[in-house]
């Protein structure tokens, strides 16, 4: 995309509603892959091997969730980016289970308390998806070496890039919680 304005950015969000129904009640909630390499189908695919058991990601109509399921994680995560905030979506809260939701009556974006969702659940294998570093930093605070980072940004607490669209980057956390004791 050459250039961002006003023009641009209604045409993209008026395309996505039409498309997959981006924060509506018609959303779609369930896909495949839509490209072959991106966090969403990295994300997918370590689901499906069992790499991971849990993604704690960040959607419309859901806020921070905590989800289990390959095409759940595909459709939730797989064609948007750069979201700050939203508003409960029916749609999206019965696929993905109000208890695995941070909170379904305000769909908070908050990561951190995502990922203590997700301990509290007893998954101990896990991946965050966050868009600030000082997330990143404090996930690798609280779960030590357990938790591998993705994003050039977040050296020392990288260990490898997941760039995605726009100027701002992903990062990815791939937690391998280990409770103590």
């Given at each position: ?8 950015i ?11 129904g981006?924060?509506t009640e018609k ?8 490209v ?8 997918s ?13 960040a ?9 289990t399921?390959?095409?759940l ?5 797989g064609?948007i ?5 939203t ?8 696929a ?8 379904p009556e ?7 308390k ?6 509290s659940?007893g998954f101990?294998?896990?991946s ?8 990143a ?7 030590g ?6 994003a ?6 990288a ?5 995605l ?8 956390c ?8």
């Amino acid at each position: 995309m050459e250039g961002i304005t006003r023009e641009k950015i209604r045409e993209n969000i008026e395309f996505r509603i039409r498309d997959f129904g981006f924060c509506t009640e018609k959303r779609v909630v369930r896909a495949k892959d839509y490209v072959t390499f991106g966090v969403s189908e990295i994300l997918s695919s370590a689901l499906e091997r069992g790499d991971i058991d849990a993604a704690v990601i960040a959607a419309d109509g859901c806020g921070t969730a905590i989800i289990t399921e390959p095409a759940l994680l595909q459709g939730m995560c797989g064609r948007i980016s750069g979201l700050v905030e939203t508003s409960p979506l029916q749609v999206i809260l019965d696929a993905v289970d109000r208890d695995d939701v941070l909170d379904p009556e305000t769909v908070p974006l908050d990561m951190v308390k995502g990922a203590e969702l997700a301990v509290s659940k007893g998954f101990h294998l896990f991946s965050v998806t966050v868009d600030r570093p000082d997330d990143a930093v404090t996930l690798r605070k609280i779960y030590g070496d357990g938790v591998q980072v993705q994003a050039e940004a977040m050296r020392p607490h990288a260990r490898a890039v997941a760039g995605l669209a726009g100027r701002r980057l992903g990062y990815t956390c791939m937690g391998r919680y280990k409770p103590h004791g």
